[in-house]
């Protein structure tokens, strides 16, 4: 009885963390390894990648990855398609609580979910979500920090504005290795001044 106990952590372990890569791309591969899971679009500079990875969803439309040549990947991102959400922020609202819930299925629940309005914000009625969001006046946002498999230490949802003066709108999500900031450092622009 005892083995089979430990033969089903064990295996739930496995299947965890084999299904825990974002999008397929595990932390601290090279770019060989990374084109093995994952099509590289263009090189953009400075270890940042634009990929099309083999393991994608349909609420992203654009990959991004970071490698440093000591630590391999160490971002990887990824952004929607471009919305054009009402002033309640429906649209956005729901794309974003979609991914939440298959985010939730791999990592836990968020430690951190918010829909705050800083104090003293005109726009502060339900019509005005989506202008609160977009001018910075409240933070909507999902975060993961504790406990994360395969080096992974922090995931991010959060909604992006293609413009100040536009609904239009798209979910980012941002993911984080233990050596991004090691790896940063070594990828960084020289401070020209």
Same mark, same amino acid.
């Given at each position: 009885?005892?083995?089979?106990? *430990?033969?089903?952590?064990?295996?739930?372990?496995?299947?965890?963390?084999?299904?825990?890569?974002?999008?397929?791309?595990?932390? &601290?591969?090279?770019?060989?390894? *990374?084109?093995?899971?994952?099509?590289?679009?263009?090189?953009?500079?400075?270890?940042?990648?634009?990929?099309?990875?083999?393991?994608?969803?349909?609420?992203?439309?654009?990959?991004?990855?970071? *490698?440093?040549?000591?630590?391999?990947?160490?971002?990887?991102?990824?952004?929607?398609?471009?919305?054009?959400?009402?002033?309640?922020?429906?649209?956005?609202?729901?794309?974003?609580?979609?991914?939440?819930?298959?985010?939730?299925?791999?990592?836990?629940?968020?430690?951190?979910?918010?829909?705050?309005?800083?104090? &003293?914000?005109?726009?502060?009625?339900?019509?005005?979500?989506?202008?609160?969001?977009?001018?910075?006046?409240?933070?909507?946002?999902?975060?993961?920090?504790? &406990?994360?498999?395969?080096?992974?230490?922090?995931?991010?949802?959060?909604?992006?504005?293609?413009?100040?003066?536009?609904?239009?709108?798209?979910?980012?999500?941002?993911?984080?290795?233990?050596?991004?900031?090691? &790896?940063?450092?070594?990828?960084?622009?020289?401070?020209?001044?």
């Amino acid at each position: 009885m005892k083995k089979a106990i *430990l033969f089903s952590i064990i295996i739930t372990f496995i299947v965890f963390n084999a299904f825990s890569q974002p999008f397929g791309i595990r932390f &601290g591969m090279n770019l060989e390894e *990374l084109k093995t899971v994952a099509t590289v679009i263009k090189e953009l500079g400075k270890g940042n990648y634009a990929v099309l990875p083999d393991k994608k969803t349909s609420y992203f439309e654009k990959y991004q990855v970071i *490698l440093s040549h000591s630590y391999g990947v160490i971002f990887i991102g990824a952004s929607g398609e471009t919305i054009e959400s009402d002033e309640y922020g429906s649209t956005i609202k729901s794309k974003a609580e979609s991914v939440v819930k298959l985010l939730r299925e791999v990592y836990g629940e968020p430690d951190i979910a918010k829909d705050i309005l800083k104090e &003293g914000s005109i726009w502060n009625t339900p019509r005005d979500w989506l202008t609160s969001v977009r001018k910075k006046e409240r933070i909507y946002n999902f975060i993961w920090g504790n &406990g994360l498999p395969n080096n992974i230490e922090a995931i991010a949802l959060e909604i992006g504005f293609i413009n100040s003066f536009s609904n239009q709108c798209f979910l980012q999500f941002r993911c984080y290795s233990k050596d991004w900031f090691k &790896g940063y450092e070594e990828i960084k622009e020289d401070n020209p001044f």
